[in-house]
């Protein structure tokens, strides 16, 4: 019996250092280890997962001394990326990598570490799927009245942005629809307009970015059956952190205008401005204003402006606010030279 004890001992004895020989460990420089396994780090913060405690997160300044059982994905300044398990000695890296042997490198000239889960998502974002890293939502409104008044009223809004490390591709659309149902009631139908487009950019370097777009209007009440407008340019990024983003955007379009009894074909360029901005935690605003002059009919241009707000009220429910403006300076005659869409509600958040 007395043997038998022993023997547990000496397997949970066994079994304890074992899982702290084969662990990643970090040593401070007060001194302090922190055992578990190493997943990322940059040049600021250096993140370890502890069996006990979940993630710490550690200033990377306070890191002096790195061991490592896995491979860690290290990337030096220089651009150069060794993988293989990791140890340090003094201020140098030295990574036993299974094509150089062991390679050693200075602690500050090493600009990022990530193990092998963080290394995979990494390559992940950077190469997805068509149908992943989608993130978007759609907003519903109906309103319908009988008895005195006999009117109905819908209006959608749809956004979808796709972002990986360089590009960026963004969908969206916003309709109304309005009617007096009421006999003898003239116009029958009060609003009917749809809006939507598609836009692609690819980052060139940090700050400038091409693109290319496509966006249609179509509006009963002021006859216009189709708005086409196609184009592209360059961009800049004036801002770009994690709560905001301000960006110029220039170039040239080719817009086709279908109107009842009139076709209107002519390029024009493209001048606009793009913001978005996390207000806290919950709310995200959006504004972009745009201005296209017509290249061939000096004083013609059309002018659009956007505003969107979208609160969080949990995981996947919001309530969003949509409004547009598009300003056209030579509508066909009789027609208003403004046309608004402002759509408000719940609305369904998605990420795929």
Do not use: C
Request: charged share 20%.
């Amino acid at each position: 019996m007395a043997k038998l004890r022993v023997f547990y001992l000496a397997t949970i004895f066994v079994f304890a250092f074992s899982v702290t020989l084969f662990a990643d460990q970090i040593v401070l420089t007060n001194g302090d280890r922190i055992t578990g396994q190493i997943l990322k780090s940059d040049d600021k913060e250096l993140v370890i997962k502890s069996e006990y405690a979940g993630e710490i997160t550690v200033q990377w300044p306070a890191v002096r001394g790195i061991t490592s059982t896995q491979p860690l994905h290290v990337s030096l300044n220089n651009g150069q990326t060794l993988v293989g398990p990791v140890k340090t000695t003094d201020d140098n890296f030295q990574v036993a990598t299974t094509t150089q042997g062991a390679v050693t490198a200075p602690k500050n000239s090493v600009v990022r570490i990530r193990g092998e889960a963080e290394e995979s998502a990494y390559e992940k974002s950077r190469h997805p799927g068509l149908l992943e890293g989608w993130q978007g939502g759609a907003n519903v409104g109906f309103a319908l009245t009988r008895g005195n008044s006999q009117t109905k009223n819908l209006a959608l809004a749809f956004t979808a942005q796709r972002k990986t490390l360089d590009d960026k591709l963004g969908l969206y659309a916003n309709t109304v629809y309005a009617s007096n149902d009421a006999p003898g009631a003239i116009p029958s139908t009060t609003a009917n307009a749809i809006q939507g487009g598609i836009r692609y950019d690819h980052d060139l370097s940090s700050r400038i970015f091409s693109f290319i777009n496509g966006d249609f209007q179509t509006d009963d009440l002021q006859n216009l059956d189709l708005r086409s407008v196609l184009g592209g340019g360059l961009g800049y990024h004036a801002i770009k952190t994690e709560s905001t983003t301000l960006d110029f955007l220039g170039g040239i379009n080719y817009t086709r205008e279908k109107y009842s009894l009139i076709t209107r074909n002519f390029a024009a360029a493209t001048i606009g401005e793009e913001l978005s901005h996390k207000v806290g935690a919950g709310t995200l605003v959006t504004q972009q204003l745009y201005f296209y002059p017509d290249l061939s009919n000096t004083g013609e241009y059309r002018g659009t402006f956007n505003f969107g707000t979208v609160t969080r009220i949990s995981k996947w429910l919001g309530w969003q606010n949509s409004f547009g403006d598009i300003y056209v300076t030579n509508p066909p005659a009789g027609k208003k030279q403004n046309d608004i869409i402002f759509t408000t509600g719940l609305n369904v958040s998605f990420t795929h």
